[in-house]
């Protein structure tokens, strides 16, 4: 499957198509279940992740997203293995949606031009993404 998505398209959180191609680069990117796994070497579920990313949307909506002041590097701020199996999701979704070989989310939302909506877009489709592909408690222990 071939997915075309330019740098400017609106990121769209629900789209499958979106979220098949952020698998496709997980499977490219990592062996097993690799992504899934924090810094700590502690294994991370889905919906971790997804509450994570949850929580940073919801801070940024009640603080106020300002990028370099209150941006994603500050939204995404918690415990470490966590915070950092987030930004690898996020990365995927980014690069899924841009055809980047790598990115760093928590930079992403200082491009100029950028705009609340797509922070918005893209912590939305972070989190759908690890509801639907993360691992549970089940398959981590």
């Excluded at 998505?5 to 496709?24: C, V």
């Excluded at 971790?48 to 949307?57: E, K, T, Y």
């Excluded at 915070?83 to 070989?101: D, F, N, R």
């Amino acid at each position: 499957m071939t997915l075309s998505i330019t740098a400017t398209a609106t990121l769209d959180a629900q789209s499958e198509a979106l979220l098949t191609r952020a698998a496709e680069l997980e499977a490219l990117w990592c062996t097993g279940s690799q992504l899934w796994f924090g810094t700590s070497g502690e294994p991370v579920t889905g919906t971790q992740v997804a509450r994570h990313l949850d929580a940073a949307l919801g801070a940024m909506e009640r603080d106020g997203w300002m990028p370099g002041e209150f941006g994603l590097w500050q939204a995404l701020d918690g415990p470490t293995d966590v915070k950092s199996v987030s930004i690898s999701v996020l990365e995927l979704v980014i690069c899924a949606h841009t055809g980047a070989s790598a990115a760093e989310p928590r930079l992403w939302d200082t491009v100029p031009g950028r705009t609340f909506d797509q922070v918005r877009a893209l912590l939305q489709a972070g989190a759908a993404y690890a509801r639907a592909h993360g691992p549970s408690a089940a398959t981590t222990a």
